[in-house]
């Protein structure tokens, strides 16, 4: 509670400071954005909170010599880090489980409040003026991408696109036919065309003031356009990769946060292993506070730092994705083990 109760103070802060000058902008509507937010801040500083309170406890078992009178009754250190890990394990399999649903919901409503707060405007919701553009599988020899200059949801079930083209290509890129629509309704199965234009090569051009389009497109696939992975849940990336995949859509995002999730208890194990490096010991005497606390924070933040830069190579390309998500967590665990086994021996 207390980390939470300071991140939520810097975020706090740092909003007061944006909306400084801006009359239109209340105390509360910054309080929910800070709130809202909060969990996706929690996750990111989860591995480090974890990794400190270990190195806390381990620290402490020490001191008290409890880990002497544990070692001296036999018990390997193994034996004595086993429980801890799975304990840990569990704790980073519910967060994923759980927890992470609710902070994706939660920044999902972040991401909108914050929308608000930058177009000042305090019914704007999820969609932009940027344009939205889609692609989908109409058949096994045609696949069509639709263009829409702007969305915007009405109602709590139905989105309207202005300026929307859709053209239709078969599996070598071929243009065949050509929609270009005033506005568009997305509707249960289909696009409902207003003021129709349909292009199609060898034939002259069709106008209709109506028409409907079938579509497999749904108000949660439009809202993915413009919704971060972060605000993803767990259990509906797959399906999103999926749909991304088979429209023909890069998915490397989301597969990176997909792994990133799924290593997540793999990663808060290698944490607690270099917190044990640096606080299990069973000689107090070897080493002080000031190198328990340098050592396990600069470790610490050595891990973090490789993980954010083969992460970023994992979204470019250049390392396959699963590799990039696990590489840190393996380097993490293999180094800690192999200390710790050198200890143990000596």
């Known amino acids: 509670m207390m980390v939470m109760g300071v991140v939520l103070m810097f975020e706090m802060v740092e909003l007061l400071r944006k909306a400084s000058g801006r009359e239109d902008v209340t105390f509360w509507f910054l309080l929910q954005i800070g709130l809202t937010k909060m969990p996706r801040t929690m996750d990111m500083v989860f591995p480090f909170v974890m990794m400190i309170a270990s190195m806390v406890t381990f620290w402490r078992v020490s001191k008290s010599n409890e880990f002497v009178i544990i070692r001296a009754a036999g018990v390997s250190i193994w034996g004595f880090l086993t429980p801890v890990l799975f304990a840990v ?37 999820l969609f932009s003026d940027k344009g939205l553009w889609m692609r989908e599988a109409v058949s096994e020899d045609t696949f069509q991408v639709m263009q829409a200059k702007s969305a915007r949801q009405e109602g709590k079930d139905s989105v309207l696109l202005r300026d929307v083209s859709i053209l239709e290509m078969n599996r070598q890129s071929q243009p065949v036919r050509r929609y270009e629509a005033f506005a568009a309704k997305l509707n249960d199965g289909y696009f409902d065309l207003r003021d ?28 993915e356009n413009f919704v971060e992975p972060d605000a993803i849940s767990f259990w509906n990336l797959p399906a999103i990769i ?83 998500v696990c590489t840190p967590t393996l380097v993490a665990s293999f180094i800690s083990i192999s200390i710790l086994l050198h200890l143990e021996d000596g």
């Not at 199609?200 to 108000?219: H, I, M, Q, R």
């Not at 749909?243 to 997540?264: D, I």
């Open 196 to 223: 129709v234009q349909i292009y199609e090569a060898g034939k002259p051009t069709v106008s209709k003031n109506s028409l409907k389009y079938k579509s497999a497109l749904t108000l949660d696939r439009i809202k």
């Open 242 to 324: 999926q749909f991304y995949e088979s429209s023909g859509f890069s998915a490397q995002k989301h597969k990176m946060r997909f792994y990133s999730l799924l290593v997540s208890p793999f990663l808060l194990c290698s944490l607690v292993l270099v917190a044990a490096l640096f606080a299990l010991r069973p000689n107090n005497r070897r080493g002080g506070v000031m190198y328990l606390i340098v050592g396990g924070i600069t470790t610490g933040f050595v891990v973090y730092f490789m993980s954010q830069l083969i992460y970023a190579f994992g979204l470019s390309g250049n390392v396959p994705a699963f590799l990039a």
């Open 89 to 125: 394990f569990m704790v980073g399999v519910l967060n994923v489980a759980l927890v992470n649903p609710i902070a994706a919901k939660m920044y999902e409503i972040y991401e909108t409040l914050d929308y608000r707060f930058d177009t000042r405007n305090p019914n704007a919701v």
